[in-house]
């Protein structure tokens, strides 16, 4: 995999914000994006069973990351949902589709590869979109 899949990814961020009281299940919600994909016409990205795995692959990848963190019980949490931490919010705002302009900051994540959701690449990358 050379680079991510930005919109699986802002899936899953928005799905870790609703989901208070609820288990995060990215699989699930990667089947989601697959049925939404071939609706349009589109590419699924592989077979379902693979971006089912690059979801699971990407929750462990943003809770490794510091992006999410374990739900609080006392905003709904259960041990098996999360909620955003600052630099997860910061991803989702700056990897967020309605806004166009943030088309351009994910081809600069996507130039960094692997490495562009490590907390150093990425705080660099997002420091430098913010004096921009």
């Known amino acids: ?32 994006l697959a049925e939404q994909r071939q609706a349009a016409g589109r590419q699924i990205g592989g077979t379902l069973d693979h971006l089912k795995m690059l979801a699971a692959d990407y929750e462990r990848i943003l809770l490794q990351g510091g992006y999410i963190e374990s739900r ?21 705002e700056l990897i967020n589709s309605s806004l166009p302009a943030n088309l351009q900051f994910r081809e600069q994540l996507a130039e960094k590869g692997q490495a562009a959701l490590t907390p150093e690449v990425f705080d660099e990358l997002s420091a430098r979109a913010a004096r921009a």
């Open 72 to 92: 609080p019980e006392s905003e709904g949490g259960n041990g098996e949902n999360f909620v955003l931490t600052e630099r997860g919010s910061r991803l989702l």
């Open 1 to 32: 995999m050379n680079s991510y899949d930005w919109e699986l990814i802002e899936l899953l961020l928005h799905k870790v914000q609703e989901s208070a009281n609820v288990n995060f299940a990215p699989r699930e919600y990667a089947a989601e």
